[in-house]
T-cell receptor
Framework: GAGVSQSPSNKVTEKGKDVELRCDPI?????LYWYRQSLGQGLEFLIY????????KSGLPSDRFSAERTGGSVSTLTIQRTQQEDSAVYLC??????????????FGPGTRLTVT | GDSVTQMEGPVTLSEEAFLTINCTYT??????LFWYVQYPGEGLQLLLK?????DKGSNKGFEATYRKETTSFHLEKGSVQVSDSAVYFC???????????FGPGTSLSVIP
């Protein structure tokens, strides 16, 4: 079956512009996660959705970052007024609802964002 | 808070050498523990996992044992291959939670 997909795969934008990154999770996966991976760094947790709600927004680096999920499926991560430090690979992952058990996260290929 | 520490490398080994990548964690209770791998140009994928103390996860010749007494989950492989060159991430998921906390990753290069 289809895995997690993300679009675009690459995005180059000018400083100050807004960008939208899209994630299509695996069908039936109720949990969806966004991470950021900067060059040479590990994975930085951004936000987690269970269904359409986001119980944990603690990782969003600033109020320029927001995310939504509709229909329990597609999610969009929006970065407003982009800055050069926003340049990174943005990864999306999905998993089955845990209900107290940790299920495997399946990762998408990522969106490489470059802010010039 | 919960955290994961792992040797950051880079690690360079000759083919058929023995591999150990150390991972220790800080967490309350009994988290689930994971090793993820990211091959060059590819996305992250689960390599192995263990969900309770003394469990051993294994896959593709890699093994890791959940050691509660030392809060460790070291990754080992007896004989590495060039195709094992990748970045390896140790991770944990707290009990009852869905968040996964990743270590910084360890880059492994295996040379013929």
């Amino acid at each position: 079956g289809a895995g997690v997909s993300q679009s675009p795969s690459n995005k180059v934008t000018e400083k100050g512009k807004d960008v939208e990154l899209r994630c299509d999770p695996i069908s039936g996966h109720t949990a969806l996660y966004w991470y950021r991976q900067s060059l040479g760094q590990g994975l930085e947790f951004l936000i987690y959705f269970q269904g359409n709600s986001a119980p944990d927004k603690s990782g969003l680096p600033s109020d320029r970052f927001s995310a939504e999920r509709t229909g329990g499926s597609v999610s969009t991560l929006t970065i407003q007024r982009t800055q050069q430090e926003d340049s990174a690979v943005y990864l999306c992952a999905s998993s089955q609802f845990s209900g107290g058990q940790s299920y495997e996260q399946y990762f998408g290929p990522g969106t490489r964002l470059t802010v010039t | 808070g919960d955290s994961v520490t792992q040797m950051e490398g880079p690690v360079t080994l000759s083919e058929e050498a023995f591999l150990t990548i150390n991972c220790t964690y800080t967490a309350t209770g009994y988290p689930s523990l994971f090793w993820y791998v990211q091959y060059p140009g590819e996305g992250l994928q689960l390599l192995l996992k263990a969900t309770k103390a003394d469990d051993k996860g294994s896959n593709k010749g890699f093994e890791a044992t959940y050691r509660k007494e030392t809060t460790s989950f070291h990754l080992e492989k007896g004989s590495v291959q060039v195709s094992d060159s990748a970045v390896y991430f140790c991770a944990l998921s707290p009990p009852g939670g869905d968040k996964v906390i990743f270590g910084p990753g360890t880059s492994l290069s295996v040379i013929p």
